[in-house]
């Protein structure tokens, strides 16, 4: 992973921010987080700018300044956010949250412009921007996935892939807009094959449901060039796979590394761009730089003097425009 140019931000439960020199895993700058906790971050695509959500509001860093206040707050949430994004030319924001909603909010102008709501109000964990950029996923407390439509506005369809209740902990869609993959509270994942970028009229079962941990799987994500798959558990691994062949009748699941070292509940992730690197976050206070090559650790950022969990990190090693 190249360091020029990168941007890796952390956050937790100590309320602070934290940027990182991603080649000697030093601090460059922290921001405060007034009055709650980090539950999420993200990264607008040019990296000029670093969205945090908490309890319940959003705010917006500069990501290259030594401002240590945030230059816009977006309020309308009513409990913890718990996922955040930018649209691909960050003129929108899209955040889910614990209240039951999902809310698209004018970067600039701070403004809610939707707000997608759940039936009975049953807590959002996870939403992801499909690359049609027209539609959103997310998943709840309820168990289910759900399609929102940005241009009909409203919710299109919705699966509850297992029979219980389970809590759908996260929802990921591939850059190509190939699958979708989502997981739950009991270690499930989820894999649905689209057609590719068109819209999504219709979610069916999932063609493969996999157990992928033996406890709670917190977070899944495609890597960007879709090659592999990667789950985040409170069992304390990150676990890689290789991304199912769409195509074969039989749907494979093959293991392709696991990254061990963490002493607690890993909640978070991010792949560099090139896909070859992971950034994980963990309830330790720690963030590990994973070389996916091997599955060494090469680099951890740790906040000198606390030990308070690490549940957000975000990481943009983009090349420039």
Known sequence: MSTSGVVLATGGYGSIISFWDASTGKTTRDVSFVDSQVNVLSISPDKLRLAAGGNPKVRLFETSSNNPNAVNEFEGHTSNVTSLGFQKDARWIYSGSEDGTIRIFDARAGAVQRTYETKNKIGVNSVALH????????????????????????MLCQVKPELDDVSMRSVAVASNGSAIVACNNVGHCMLWKMDSLQSINVLGAPISIKKVHDTYCLKVQFSPDVSKIATASADKTVRLWETPQLDKPKVDWTSDMVLSGHNRLVHDMAFSADSSYLVSACSDGSARLWDLSNGKMIRQYTCAGSSKAIVAVALNDSASD
């Open 131 to 154: 690359p049609n950029q027209a539609q959103l996923l997310s998943a709840d407390n309820g168990g289910s996935v759900r399609v929102w439509d940005l241009i009909a506005d409203k």
